[in-house]
């Protein structure tokens, strides 16, 4: 058979065949408004077939078609930050995906002014920081996201469905998962669609590296300056909208319209980048150690600080931003600082306690980003921007 039959078989023609019609045109899934005029006519022998114009745009179409699902696959590939655009980051071997927005790099001012209402004096001296591009997650990682690595559940797809692991699938497979939790960490608040919560800042480290490793990708939680700047996106305000606390419920859920549980992600308005529920909703875990003088060190220092990072070093005093459904106004805002303490595992019942969950801690998830630069092992490492083998002993 030629390779023009073959060519037509695929795409839902029939071949000639003596005393049978040239054409008869199948629907074909995103082709058939191009079948309908379309002609295949015979050749010298039964069986070879003539591509007329009509088919030759048929081929023309199908490959605009494959064209256009590359370009889309290949909007999160850019060399410099004039190539950045949105994406969509679909998780391999499921049917899972998710959005990120790009944030340009620039320079801010980190921190509240004395004046700002339900300021804590940990939120100066503001100082000058510089932050490099990089994109990151439209909304907060949500459960649909966060299992696939809890649970496996990539996994167990491919079981079930008897596929051979990929390359990617192979190193994933290796990265640490956490033990199962004892309970229902979503406590009857919501799962699909609903923010992941309750996971240590080890436990969401340790996602975004297999997250890294799943997708070729690298994926990582943001610093405290990198949050604070994709917050504001060029505002100076308490909030991103302005210094007007009474109109924070178009923007978030937190204790005055959240009827005391989280919600879907993505149902407030966003940030003039694109990110939603910035303020509110969930907590976000950040890189940094809480430390009470950080600000104070950094004003001393040549103005504007590069992509400040306060190394973590201890478990607890790390840090989480931008408020909760279940706290105020005022924890929600762009320079609002808070960090974990040991009452956020108080209720769990093990010994020793778990290293993954934080039991009491409905309130906080994460979402990620991925910097345009990315970093060599050796500056990974120094930063602690990946989980540590030392991060896995038991508390």
């Known amino acids: 058979m030629s390779k023009l039959v073959s060519f037509a078989q695929k795409r ?61 696959a290949d909007k999160g590939t850019a060399r410099s930050e004039k190539e950045m655009q949105r994406y969509t980051q679909q998780i391999a071997g499921t049917d899972v995906e998710f959005d990120l927005v790009p944030i340009p790099g620039g320079q801010f001012v980190m921190g509240s002014p004395p004046t700002e209402k339900g ?3 940990d939120e100066g001296p503001q100082h000058a920081v510089k932050i490099e591009a990089f994109w990151m997650g439209k909304c ?32 994933a497979d290796a990265v640490t998962r956490p033990t199962k939790p004892y309970t229902d960490m979503t406590f009857d608040m919501g799962h699909d669609g609903f923010p992941a919560i309750c996971m240590t800042q080890l436990a969401a480290k340790m996602y975004c590296k297999w997250l890294s490793e799943k997708t070729g990708r690298f994926y990582r939680l943001p610093t405290e300056a990198e949050w604070e700047y994709a917050c504001r996106a060029g505002s100076k305000t308490a909030y991103f909208f302005g210094d007007d606390a009474s109109k924070l419920g178009e923007y978030a ?4 319209n959240s009827s005391e549980h989280y919600h879907k992600v993505g149902k407030k308005k966003p940030n003039p980048w694109g990110l939603y529920d910035i303020h509110g909703n969930v907590a976000e875990w950040v890189l940094d150690q809480y430390r009470p003088d950080f600000y104070a060190e950094l004003a001393k220092k040549p103005q504007p600080v590069l992509e400040p990072l306060a190394v973590p070093t201890k478990v607890y005093g790390r840090i989480v931003r931008g408020g909760s459904w279940d706290e105020d106004a005022a924890k929600a805002r762009c320079a609002a600082r808070e960090f974990s303490i040991p009452d956020w595992k108080i209720q769990d019942p093990q010994i020793p306690q778990s290293i993954w969950y934080l039991t009491d801690a409905r309130f906080v998830g994460f979402r990620v ?7 060599d092992q050796a500056e990974r490492d120094r930063l602690n921007l990946e989980p ?4 896995l002993i038991k508390e």
């Open 253 to 256: 859920w937190y204790d005055k």
């Open 369 to 375: 980003i991925r910097p345009l630069r990315v970093p």
């Open 119 to 121: 300021r804590k004096p």
């Open 140 to 171: 907060e990682v949500t459960w649909d996201e966060y299992d696939l690595w809890t649970y496996g559940l990539d996994i167990q797809r491919r079981k079930l469905t008897r596929a051979k692991p990929g390359p990617r699938d192979v190193v």
């Open 388 to 391: 540590a083998p030392k991060d």
């Open 12 to 72: 839902g023609l029939t071949p000639y065949r003596k005393g049978k019609p040239a054409l008869q045109p199948q629907r074909v899934r995103g082709l058939s408004p191009f079948l309908g005029k379309a002609k295949l006519v015979p050749g010298v022998r039964p069986g070879q077939v003539r591509l007329v114009s009509t088919a030759i745009a048929i081929a023309l179409c199908a490959s605009a078609v494959q064209l256009s699902a590359a370009d889309r």
